[in-house]
């Protein structure tokens, strides 16, 4: 296969040129700025597109065990595939959790069965996602996780989450984190504020993420061990993880494209689909992250990608579900923030290609020669308004709803194949 005439851009070695992309089998041949007269086979021409990298989203939801009408791997890999996601890491909260390798082979082998995007399945960090127990750590990176995290199910217990770090480290996984201190939150629902009185709802105060990514720089820093805190939400968390890694602190962090675009304000055209977990904070919040991309103190942006089934969603507000979907919207809101803000697309390209890759210590996020044909082609001037009849999940929660974005996914290609095409 040969990509012909297309802007490639790839953040991992700063390239910014056009010209042609060779593929043999699974694998990227070459790259030809300028272009060559060689090409033969199938041919795809790429003038007036750009071609990238396949997305690396490092935080999704595919529900599969347990609550697959919701989600399931299916639907969940159509979703990455029309997205222009190559690559999936799926969190552990299913039914059961997977906290043990039997449920780890179960995701494995269906997305082997299935043959689309690469699905790398998050090992729970403690039994149950009780934040008690460890899990046998050694155990589940054998049957194949690419991480361990309790995600929503914050480990509060620091002594725990310390052992979890240890063990994670000794087998060269991430840890992945998800910060709020729950004697704070509470019962909270939304943005703790004027708001959230106004609408009579319990808030979360920011607080109750910010100390507890407190507690998790400074553990790292304690034992001088890696940790990756997701979907920050606020411009204190920012500050602290800004700080830590001026001192050399290993952290990273990533950050979803609901909080850089949105604020607490959508929950009024919304409602339980701007219901997020951590909320959508507010404007100073919302541009200190944009900020962060801009100086590149967050290293990605995940989707954390949410399904929930409508009659979930259409529960009041205090009892639907947190999270929207964001598979399909995670590259085009990456091309809005690069338009609307002026941030360097090769920057904002490595926070879902490459810097993710080298968290997961995977193959991937790049376009070099040798490396694995995962290729995403978009075209960045085909404006659109994503809409219901756009949606592949089975669920359709989703605050993008109504929203233009400045770009579409045209082809996906995984493993040198191409598994979605606009046509």
């Known amino acids: ?36 007269n060689n090409a033969a086979g199938e041919i795809i021409d790429a003038k007036g597109l750009w071609v990238i990298p396949g997305l690396i989203d490092m935080h999704v939801h595919l529900r599969d065990p347990g609550y697959e009408h919701k989600e399931d791997l299916m639907s969940g890999s159509l979703a990455a595939a029309s997205g222009g996601v190559s690559t999936v890491l799926c969190m552990a909260n299913t039914h059961p959790v997977n906290d043990n390798p039997s449920v780890t082979n179960y995701i494995v082998e269906k997305a082997k069965t299935i043959g689309l995007v690469r699905i790398l399945p998050t090992g729970a ?43 994670a480290f000794r087998y060269g996984l991430p840890l992945i984190s998800h910060c709020q201190d729950r004697s704070l939150s509470g019962h909270g629902v939304m943005n703790e504020g004027a708001l959230s009185r106004e609408l009579g709802l319990e808030g979360i105060p920011k607080a109750a993420e910010d100390a507890m990514v407190k507690r998790d720089v400074e553990l790292a820093e304690k034992i001088g061990k ?29 950050v979803t494209p609901h909080h850089l675009l949105l604020t607490q ?52 507000f205090k009892d639907a579900p947190f999270g929207m979907l964001g598979l399909q ?54 404006a659109w308004t994503f809409n219901k009849h756009h949606i592949v999940s089975k669920s359709t929660n989703s605050a993008f709803i109504g929203a233009t974005f400045p770009g579409k996914v045209i082809f996906t290609i995984a493993r040198g194949r191409i598994i979605y095409s606009q046509n």
């Open 1 to 36: 296969m040969w990509i012909k005439g297309g802007r490639i851009l790839d953040a991992s070695g700063r390239t910014d040129v056009f010209g042609d992309i060779h593929i043999e089998g699974e694998k990227i041949a070459g790259i030809y700025p300028g272009g060559t």
């Open 125 to 167: 960090a403690t039994r149950g996602l009780a934040g008690k127990d460890l899990v046998d750590i050694a155990a589940m990176k054998r049957s194949g996780v690419a991480a361990v995290s309790d995600d929503g199910m914050a480990i509060q217990d620091s002594a725990v989450l310390e052992g979890a770090l240890q063990e």
């Open 226 to 254: 890696p940790i990756h805190i997701t979907h920050i939400a606020t411009m204190r968390s920012l500050e602290i993880i800004s700080e830590a890694k001026d001192r050399g602190v290993g952290i990273t962090c990533d």
């Open 265 to 316: 304000e959508s929950i009024r055209g919304h409602g339980t689909n701007a219901k997020m977990y951590p909320p959508l904070r507010d404007e100073v919040d919302r541009m200190a992250l944009i900020e962060g991309l801009r100086t590149s103190v967050i290293d990605c942006i995940a989707s954390d990608h949410a399904p929930h089934a409508r009659h979930e969603k259409a529960l009041d």
């Open 329 to 382: 919207t995670l590259l085009p809101a990456i091309l809005k923030i690069h338009v609307d803000y002026q941030i360097d697309i090769l920057n904002l390209l490595a926070c879902v290609t490459i810097n993710p890759a080298r968290i997961l210590h995977i193959e991937g996020g790049t376009l070099q020669p040798g490396e694995r044909a995962d290729i995403t082609i978009v075209d960045p001037n085909q």
